[in-house]
């Protein structure tokens, strides 16, 4: 290393990680299986959501906060999360985000028993932590992962996702026919059992095989175990005066943003377009399994870009899906199901590219120690972007047009190219921009 070589540097330097090979190969097998049993209940909970909300409120303001707050993860979740992983590792932190979701299905279970849109919608609440969970698996993938494999290690786990969540839209209806079958009662109950049995299962698989814990063997080999436990303040901090940083969590939040706000009112788009609403279940389900599997299914494609090229074009690139994906979902009408279909595509691309290039571009510019707190950070921010999206969507749907509402999802994406271009960060640093060997 070179006197003149920036503060970053060391993060990017010599590995000491080149011996961790057989740790990391069962760490990913551990989070591949994972994020599959995850994937389900998430793809499960995105079917139902917007359709049971709206069932019980009447309301498409109501439905689009509900569906966003399952999508983006639940935003207070976070803040404990940081805390147990930073004191327990990635085992804790993520058992911890699948349990809040298992007692989100109790929740939302019972607020339909007692036909309480309100319950439900704060259960959707607590059921969002299953996305955080998710998404914050794609880090512990990075935390053993050479620096010039980190895109496409942390790729691998999020391309895992498609397994479940493509299968879990379609599984909604099986649940519910099995449950009525055999038990009878209110509709949409069979989901939530489903999905609270996927997220105690997936717990219990973290919590057993997710040893060593890749975190705590991370900070290990970096000499930093007796480095100071962190808070979220300490990831705002890190955030703000670290440009590679800023730009990351400002791209995971827009592409985030633009994602819930499009994605969360299409089902009911779809169901206003038929002439038999109780049809729109399985619709939707074919529609938003394509949408996730767009998500998740180009993942490794995206990461091996990210390592050749650098996490700055490729979040350039997917700012421009984005757009793309907004022009077509908004000029579709409601009963033009394929157009709808390459809309929701483009669109679960564009996020795919946002959510692995900002991971990539953020993990790369810190060190172990400042990770869980900066990490943790970022999807805090793009969980309140989730909300931010869900709060906006359904009032625009409901008193404009699901039309005006892509159009504004697009506006959003576009608010992030100053950052990507050094506008309003400053330049680049040379170790964030040369592409991995």
Not at 36 to 62: H, P
Not at 149 to 178: C, D, K, M, Q, Y
């Amino acid at each position: 290393m070179t006197a003149h070589q920036p503060p970053l540097a060391p993060t990017e330097a010599a590995d000491p990680l080149d011996g961790t090979a057989p740790l990391q190969k069962r760490v990913l097998r551990t989070l591949f299986l994972t994020q599959i049993l995850g994937g389900l209940a998430v793809g499960i909970g995105i079917a139902v959501g917007a359709l049971l909300v709206e069932e019980m409120t009447g309301s498409a303001t109501f439905t689009g906060l509900a569906q966003s707050l399952f999508v983006g993860g639940s935003a207070l979740v976070v803040v404990p999360a940081v805390r147990i992983t930073e004191r327990f590792g990635r085992r804790g932190g993520l058992a911890f985000g699948y349990g809040c979701a298992v007692v989100g299905t109790v929740v939302v279970a019972t607020a339909i028993h007692l036909g309480s849109a309100v319950l439900a919608v704060i259960g959707y609440f607590l059921l969002g932590a299953a996305s955080f969970a998710g998404l914050q698996s794609r880090y512990a993938a990075a935390d053993l992962a050479p620096a010039a494999r980190r895109g496409s290690h942390l790729a691998l786990i999020v391309w895992a996702t498609t397994i479940g969540s493509v299968a879990g839209p379609s599984l909604a209806g099986i649940a519910e026919r099995v449950w009525t079958g055999w038990f009878g009662g209110p509709d949409y109950v069979g989901s939530m059992v489903a999905i609270g049995v996927l997220c105690l299962l997936t717990a219990a698989v973290i919590l057993v095989f997710l040893r060593p814990d890749p975190l705590l063997t991370a900070r290990e080999l970096s000499g930093e175990t007796d480095a100071p436990k962190r808070s979220i303040a300490d990831g705002y901090r890190t955030a703000k005066s670290n440009p590679a940083v800023r730009t990351g969590v400002v791209a995971a939040a827009l592409g985030h943003f633009v994602m819930v706000g499009v994605m969360a009112m299409t089902a009911v788009h779809i169901k206003h377009g038929m002439a038999d609403p109780k049809e729109a279940l399985s619709v939707v389900g074919v529609i938003l399994g394509l949408h996730i599997g767009g998500m998740y299914a180009f993942a490794p494609i995206i990461g091996r870009l990210v390592d050749k090229f650098g996490a700055r074009p490729i979040l350039m690139a997917g700012t421009a899906i984005l757009v793309a994906a907004c022009t077509v979902s908004g000029s579709s009408p409601a009963d033009d199901h394929v157009r709808l279909s390459i809309g929701l595509v483009l669109l679960g691309i564009g996020w795919s590219a946002m959510t692995v290039g900002s991971a990539a571009l953020v993990t790369g510019a810190i060190t172990p120690a400042e990770r869980p707190s900066t990490q943790g950070f970022s999807d805090l921010v793009m969980g309140l972007a989730a909300m931010a999206a869900g709060l906006a969507s359904g009032p625009i749907v409901e008193y404009a047009s699901y039309g005006i509402l892509c159009v504004s999802c697009a506006v959003v994406a576009l608010l992030v190219f100053p950052f990507l271009m050094g506008k309003l960060t400053g330049p680049a640093p040379a170790e964030e921009t040369v592409p991995s060997a």
